[in-house]
């Protein structure tokens, strides 16, 4: 479909020049008011052509058949000079070498420049016999220009069958060197894909374009559900343009007969197959549209080698037009790529789930073993989500803050419980030691293959708005907005708890700390949003198991008497 577009784009800006070429050649034969009159008809024409050829999605909707009819105005309007305005000696007809040429760079095509060829020899026959009727011409002279006229259109026929041929075997080595290309770097991209729809959009829009297709839709066997589920929709007509294919019924059940069989579906109106006798594909083929439907399947490498299909990938044409016959294997090959790498992609994110499980439990442990720090992740966790919505934080950067919290001091495991518990003063050491907590619980996640996002967050939660936090000792510019609520809810979270060297806070004593920190370590504006929500009493429910397990509550409390 590209590739027909892009030849026709530079057909439709030559027939400019032909035009104006043309309009040259016949001025002297005929009245410039008419070639004014035909030149602005065949302009408005070709501006329109011109115009749908440059963008792919507006060219879809134009349809395959867009080409065709150029062909037949172009000669239509070649025909209707010769019949009308021009004498036997013009030279005019020459301009239908300009339709067989661009019907074979265009098509690529033998047969469709045979079918092409013969329709310029009958208008020509045509519109010569008329203008010698007209002129009452004698017979020798017609049968003389008409000669002359097929002799040349014939030998324009074969230049263009020349120019097909060629373009057709570069085409082919083009559109081979393009697979390979398509094919290797799917293979390679798909390795760094994390999140299976995104995965899926690629290879979908890989398959579409190497196809020739003019969209598709990607389905995934939901795992919990065993329902298939759309994944990925591509059309080179646009989202909007999602009615111009086949309906999603009809899509869904070549899925399913693909599902059940493991074999590929293909439609095509000049082919009788076994799944042409299908109500659907009869249905299908109604709307003039062709599809392709292969299955992604992944092969265990167990001892029984089990074949599984987990899911199916759908393309379909432009309404009538055919696809290349290559093109089924092409799909074949990236639904191989597309099963192995879904595959791969969910045992990854199964074990990346496991891990992360696991580190949370280590953390949510390593916490327990001291009352003065049970629940601190948790509950820096909910406070700092909560700071998040008062900000109006959007909700995709909600899981980064999520993640960030729950494990920002896991990396406390490195530090001993002497200096963990200790109720005096640390020394320079222990407070070296200390310092290093933030890295080392960056250092423990980096494995994990978590976003770059939540290290930064877990990294920097003792970082200060006035830049002299650790460990870089970041300036308040390089300091994102969910790292600056982290710090604050952290904070807030050892204020708010008893520690081993003071007694709980008092409400006024928060409020006093926190105005205190604010624009010295903490954002001050994320600090209004946390006493916006002290104030309406919303952390009171954070706190609660921990009030109990310690025996103590805030006093006096504002949190406590808004709550009650
Ligand atoms: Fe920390």
């Known amino acids: 479909m590209e590739k027909r577009r892009r030849a026709e784009k530079l057909v439709a800006l030559l027939r400019w020049f032909v035009l104006v070429l043309g309009s040259v050649v016949i001025s002297d034969s005929i009245d410039g008011s008419r070639i004014a009159i035909l030149a602005s008809v065949l302009g408005v024409y070709n501006a329109f052509v011109t115009f749908c050829t440059f963008s792919a999605a507006r060219f879809a909707k134009c349809g395959r058949r867009l080409s065709d009819i150029c062909r037949l105005i172009d000669t239509a309007a070649i025909s209707l000079v010769l019949a009308v305005f021009a004498n036997s000696e013009s030279v005019a007809w020459l301009l239908y070498w300009f339709v067989l040429v661009s019907s074979g760079y265009s098509n690529a095509s033998l047969r469709r420049l045979a079918y092409d060829s013969a329709t310029v020899l009958s208008a020509n026959a045509l519109a010569t016999l008329y203008a ?5 011409s004698p017979l020798t002279q017609v049968a003389y220009v008409l000669s002359i006229r097929s002799v040349g259109i014939i030998m324009g026929a074969l230049v263009a069958a020349y120019v097909a041929k060629v373009r057709s075997q570069d085409e082919l080595v083009s559109e081979r060197g393009c697979y390979l290309q398509a094919i290797l770097d799917c293979g390679t991209k798909l390795t760094r894909f994390r999140d299976v729809r995104e995965l899926a959009v690629y290879v979908l829009q890989s398959a579409v374009t190497q196809s020739g297709a003019q969209g598709g839709e990607l389905l995934l066997i939901n795992d919990e559900t065993n329902e298939m589920e759309r994944e990925a929709f591509h059309s080179l007509a646009g989202e909007s343009a999602d009615v111009q294919g086949p309906p999603e ?10 599902l059940s069989t493991g074999k590929e579906f293909i439609v095509k109106s000049s082919v009788t197959s076994e799944e042409q006798t299908s109500s659907s594909a009869s249905s299908f083929e109604r709307d003039n549209h062709h599809a392709i439907a292969v299955p992604l399947q992944w092969q265990s490498s167990g001892a029984d080698n089990e074949v599984s299909v987990l ?8 309404p009538g037009e055919d696809f290349a016959p290559d093109a089924l294997d092409i799909l074949k090959i ?4 597309a099963g192995a790498a879904i595959v791969n992609l969910k045992l990854y994110t199964t074990l990346q789930k496991s891990f992360l499980r696991t580190l949370q439990s280590l953390a949510a442990s390593l916490e327990a073993r001291d009352e003065y720090t049970r629940g601190h992740s948790e509950r820096v966790m909910k406070v700092a989500l909560m700071i998040a919505e008062e900000l109006g934080v959007p909700s995709e950067s909600m899981e980064v803050l999520r993640s960030a919290a729950e494990l920002h001091d896991i990396g406390k495991i490195g530090v001993p419980d002497a200096i963990l518990r200790k109720a005096g003063k640390l020394t320079a050491e222990e407070w070296e030691t200390m310092r290093r907590h933030p890295i080392v619980s960056e250092e423990i996640c980096r494995p994990l293959g978590l976003p770059d996002e939540v290290l930064f967050l877990i990294k920097h939660h003792h970082e200060r708005i006035d830049g002299k936090g650790y460990p870089a000792g970041l300036p308040p510019e390089q300091q994102p907005l ?3 609520i982290l710090v604050v809810a952290d904070s807030f979270d050892a204020m708010r708890s008893r520690r081993p060297y003071r007694d709980v806070m008092s409400e006024e004593e928060l409020l006093s700390e926190l105005n205190r920190s604010a624009g010295r370590t903490m954002d001050p504006t994320v600090v209004e949003a946390l006493k916006r929500l002290m104030d309406r009493g919303d952390l009171v429910p954070i706190y609660a198991e921990h009030d109990r397990l310690t025996g103590i509550s805030v006093r006096p409390s504002r949190e406590n008497s808004k709550a009650a």
């Open 482 to 484: 969910l790292q600056r």
């Open 311 to 318: 899911g199916v990938l759908v393309v379909w044409s432009a």
């Open 132 to 136: 010698a009727s007209v002129n009452g």
């Open 334 to 337: 990236f639904a191989a790529i």
């Open 249 to 258: 019924s009809l899509i869904r059940s070549y899925a399913n007969w693909v």
